[in-house]
């Protein structure tokens, strides 16, 4: 559901993207609470996961696909503040150098598929463990429940802003109304990697996982007929687990997403492209050039390869590369900043 320019006029586009900048100010501060020595590197991982699951378009509806948002998946796997910064991060790295979302709208997608939906998931997400069992499989169900209101959030907030700065005249009602009906279609799909990806997380490393923190009943031992607590003293350290493994195995599976699944994607539009061509929302977006359409890795090709899986498949490798690589930097700033100020807040010796 990428935005593209034209669609939403220029006052509207300014003031979501300065709604957009003071989301990422908050969540680069909220981050800091929410990374620590095994956290950091995984988020990077996270970003660079989510780019490679939005090239998957998969078809739900005759010539109309959908593809992740991702803001569930990331705000449950590494917490809120860091999942608006991974989103946004996919964003930037799409825009910049795919051509995919308007540059002038990059405050639009921010806010409509980084901030949206991972208010919306995660509170929906928090809402549920309340009441459901402190089990793995109530994280699972809560993850899926999540990222399934997510996405038809997501449309409604776009559908908004549509209303208030868009540059057709096109009835609101049937705007809406097709946003919701096909996201909430493609809210399925998302829910259902969502829930697979966090399932497939818990089952090996449910530390690493920042929604399923503290649901971890404590080992009960029959003692004189009574349940105690077990002693913690023989567990492993949580700290000194390596997330080595873990880093590798989700790494290999980006790159073979994205170099090789990838190839197999719907070629139908998704959701926003074919509501935009069905309803008339792209009557003027013709009049904007991308800035960056002479990219070489402009619409996730490489220019100059004849075979158009392997066109495809290169740029979907550079594109997790370039990915993992600009989240891990900035996450390792932002972890490295919360080391920094606890050194610098301490009054020195004299």
């Given at each position: 559901?990428?935005?593209?320019?034209?669609?939403?006029?220029?006052?509207?586009?300014?003031?979501?993207?300065?709604?957009?900048?003071?989301?990422?100010?908050?969540?680069?501060r909220g981050a800091r609470?929410?990374?620590?020595?095994?956290?950091?590197?995984?988020?990077?991982?996270?970003?660079?996961?989510?780019?490679?699951?939005?090239?998957?378009?998969?078809?739900?509806?005759?010539?109309?696909?959908?593809?992740?948002?991702?803001?569930?998946?990331?705000?449950?796997?590494?917490?809120?503040?860091?999942?608006?910064?991974?989103?946004?991060?996919?964003?930037?790295?799409?825009?910049?150098?795919?051509?995919?979302?308007?540059?002038?709208?990059?405050?639009?997608?921010?806010?409509?598929?980084?901030?949206?939906?991972?208010?919306?998931?995660?509170?929906?997400?928090?809402?549920?463990?309340?009441?459901?069992?402190?089990?793995?499989?109530?994280?699972?169900?809560a993850a899926f429940t999540?990222?399934?209101?997510?996405?038809?959030?997501?449309?409604?907030?776009?559908?908004?802003?549509?209303?208030?700065?868009?540059?057709?005249?096109?009835?609101?009602?049937?705007?809406?109304?097709?946003?919701?009906?096909?996201?909430?279609?493609?809210?399925?799909?998302?829910?259902?990697?969502?829930?697979?990806?966090?399932?497939?997380?818990?089952?090996?490393?449910?530390?690493?996982?920042h929604g399923a923190r503290?649901?971890?009943?404590?080992?009960?031992?029959?003692?004189?007929?009574?349940?105690?607590?077990?002693?913690?003293?023989?567990?492993?350290?949580?700290?000194?687990?390596?997330?080595?493994?873990?880093?590798?195995?989700?790494?290999?599976?980006?790159?073979?997403?994205?170099?090789?699944?990838?190839?197999?994607?719907?070629?139908?539009?998704?959701?926003?492209?074919?509501?935009?061509?069905?309803?008339?929302?792209?009557?003027?977006?013709?009049?904007?050039?991308?800035?960056?359409?002479?990219?070489?890795?402009?619409?996730?090709?490489?220019?100059?390869?004849?075979?158009?899986?392997?066109?495809?498949?290169?740029?979907?490798?550079?594109?997790?590369?370039?990915?993992?690589?600009?989240?891990?930097?900035?996450?390792?700033?932002?972890?490295?900043?919360?080391?920094?100020?606890?050194?610098?807040?301490?009054?020195?010796?004299?």
């Amino acid at each position: 559901m990428h935005v593209p320019d034209g669609f939403i006029n220029a006052p509207v586009s300014v003031a979501a993207g300065v709604a957009a900048a003071a989301a990422v100010a908050v969540s680069l501060r909220g981050a800091r609470r929410e990374l620590d020595e095994r956290t950091a590197p995984l988020a990077g991982l996270v970003a660079a996961f989510i780019f490679a699951v939005q090239m998957l378009n998969f078809p739900v509806a005759a010539g109309t696909s959908g593809h992740l948002l991702g803001g569930a998946l990331a705000a449950i796997l590494v917490g809120p503040y860091t999942g608006v910064l991974c989103v946004s991060v996919v964003l930037l790295m799409q825009g910049i150098l795919f051509a995919d979302g308007g540059l002038t709208a990059l405050g639009v997608n921010i806010t409509v598929m980084g901030v949206v939906t991972v208010v919306v998931a995660y509170a929906t997400f928090r809402g549920l463990l309340k009441v459901l069992p402190r089990t793995r499989r109530s994280v699972t169900v809560a993850a899926f429940t999540g990222a399934l209101l997510s996405v038809p959030a997501s449309a409604a907030a776009f559908t908004l802003l549509y209303a208030v700065g868009g540059t057709t005249d096109v009835a609101i009602g049937k705007v809406i109304t097709a946003m919701v009906g096909v996201h909430v279609l493609i809210g399925i799909g998302e829910a259902a990697i969502t829930a697979a990806t966090v399932g497939a997380v818990i089952a090996v490393r449910p530390d690493l996982v920042h929604g399923a923190r503290g649901l971890t009943a404590p080992l009960k031992l029959r003692v004189g007929g009574e349940l105690v607590d077990a002693p913690a003293a023989a567990a492993e350290p949580v700290a000194a687990r390596s997330t080595k493994k873990v880093w590798a195995v989700g790494m290999v599976s980006a790159l073979a997403l994205a170099g090789i699944v990838s190839s197999f994607a719907s070629g139908s539009p998704d959701g926003l492209e074919k509501v935009a061509a069905d309803k008339g929302i792209d009557a003027k977006a013709d009049q904007y050039t991308h800035a960056t359409a002479g990219s070489p890795l402009a619409d996730y090709e490489i220019k100059d390869i004849g075979n158009e899986g392997l066109s495809v498949g290169l740029a979907g490798v550079i594109g997790v590369g370039a990915t993992v690589a600009v989240g891990s930097g900035v996450f390792w700033a932002v972890r490295r900043r919360r080391t920094e100020e606890p050194a610098a807040a301490q009054p020195s010796a004299v």
